[in-house]
């Protein structure tokens, strides 16, 4: 059974989001030691699921780093990543995707997602989408938290949990600190 892992970048206040929105995330404390972590991480999934904002953001950046001469050997290796993995959009509003191998799931999420779970294939990863995230963990759904904190207090924006009515047990199986002070937190859900 193929795993799902939300993997987020948060602030030591916990929130995932600054007080100006889904791009207030200039404070995560991304380095060369993060971007090897975040490398390992993507390393093991072959299928990224999106809610709509977040789908749209990536799509209207990564493609242009592909041959983009500023971009770093990261940033391209990434982006080329991005471009030939799985993407699974869940939106109610948009009609289409047009990204390369991307499908849109307008309904039955839960459905969907025990679905995706039962084939064959890698780790399945949430990759950002918080609020798609939030929804998936009420659900109990999420697998494994993948979770680098930075050292900020960002005071407010959007929090990295919300609206669990459950408790929910996990179980630590890896931890790492970057030299920028940041930690990499890596917890499995307990069942």
């Given at each position: 059974m193929r795993k799902l892992v939300l993997f987020l970048h948060a602030s030591l206040d916990g929130f995932v989001e600054g007080p100006n929105?889904?791009?207030?995330?200039?404070w995560i404390s991304y380095d060369a030691d993060?971007?090897?972590?975040?490398?390992?991480?993507?390393?093991?999934a072959d299928t990224i699921i999106w809610g709509r904002g977040t789908y749209q953001m990536m799509h209207s950046y990564w493609p242009t780093m592909i041959s983009n001469p500023e971009a770093s050997e990261h940033e391209r290796n990434h982006a080329a990543w991005i471009e030939n993995v799985t993407k699974i959009v869940f939106s109610t509003t948009l009609d289409h995707?047009?990204?390369?191998?991307?499908?849109?799931?307008?309904e039955n999420v839960e459905e969907t997602i025990k679905n995706l779970k039962n084939?064959?294939?890698?780790?399945?990863i949430i990759l950002g989408s918080p609020r798609l995230a939030h929804y998936l963990m009420q659900l109990n759904l999420i697998d494994e938290f993948?979770?680098?904190?930075s050292p900020v207090l960002v005071g407010s924006g959007l929090p990295l949990f919300q609206g669990i009515k459950e408790k929910l047990n996990l179980k630590l199986i890896e931890n790492k600190t970057f030299e920028s002070g940041a930690i990499g937190l890596m917890y499995q859900t307990v069942r």
């Open positions: 929105g889904p791009m207030d995330m200039g993060l971007e090897k972590h975040a490398h390992h991480i993507l390393s093991t995707v047009e990204w390369k191998n991307s499908k849109l799931v307008k084939q064959e294939g890698n780790d399945i993948k979770i680098s904190v």
